[in-house]
């Protein structure tokens, strides 16, 4: 998406470096990755190489985002696959990187960046259209007459556009798994005394103030009981002999 813009051209101001005039390369002279077609184009009418080179910030991205960005519908892209076909735009073309998308995508390859292209953009999983397109980038740069002299930077390249477009996509995988349910809760275990000792018996009858337990001292007062009533009994059948 459009937020996407400011992280995905610091990604790309990495790989172009600064100040470059190498004879080999067909873009010619380039500060920042700006050609200096476009920095005419965009920035100034007569510009210079030595204009170029003191190029802004701020003209810097006012290029890279209306020559490459919005070329591409970078806006619309989906998190990661915009950085992917972005990058590949500003390496290699606006109109070839659309049509590498299409083709991933098996849309029209007409290189514009639609509803249709868009739509189907959308419909797949992002990391399987960025490993795609990256692998399409890949297959197009080796068949170059110029792999000889930039093939390693040009696989570098591709190799961390692809890592980092993975990572710029997986917050949307994240954020689109279903959210776990917490686990029951287990049911309370019965309480165990201190120490895993067995629980204490019940206790016996408390004694009373005399320091005898109350059953003892209530069998106690029977006995005597019946021994006074034996008692008197031979004092009757005594008394019955004498009269």
């Known amino acids: 998406m459009d937020r996407n813009f400011a992280r995905a051209l610091a990604l790309v101001l990495k790989s172009e470096g600064g100040w470059s005039d190498n004879p080999a390369d067909p873009g010619g002279a380039t500060m920042k990755g700006v050609t200096l077609a476009n920095f005419r184009r965009y920035v100034k009418a007569d510009g210079s190489k030595a204009d170029l080179r003191k190029i802004g910030d701020e003209q810097v991205a006012t290029v890279y985002r209306r020559f490459y960005w919005d070329a591409v519908a970078g806006a619309e ?108 809760a287990a049911p309370p275990k019965a309480a165990m005394p201190e120490g895993n000792a067995p629980a204490p018996r019940p206790a016996s009858p408390a004694p009373d103030s005399s320091g005898m337990p109350m059953a003892a001292k209530t069998g106690g007062i029977i006995a005597a009981c019946l021994i006074v009533l034996a008692a008197w009994r031979h004092i009757a059948i005594a008394l019955e002999g004498m009269f």
């Open 77 to 184: 892209l989906p998190d990661g696959v915009d950085y992917a076909v972005f990058d590949f735009a500003v390496n290699s073309g606006p109109g070839r990187a659309a049509k590498y998308l299409q083709a991933t995508l098996g849309v029209s390859q007409d290189g514009r960046i639609g509803p249709a292209t868009l739509a189907a953009a959308r419909a797949r999983p992002a990391g399987v259209v960025i490993d795609q397109l990256c692998d399409g980038r890949l297959a197009f740069l080796q068949r170059l007459p110029t792999w000889a002299t930039f093939g390693r930077g040009w696989s570098d390249r591709v190799k961390s556009v692809r890592s980092q477009a993975l990572l710029m996509s997986a917050p949307a995988a994240v954020s689109a798994q279903p959210a776990k349910s917490a686990p029951e």
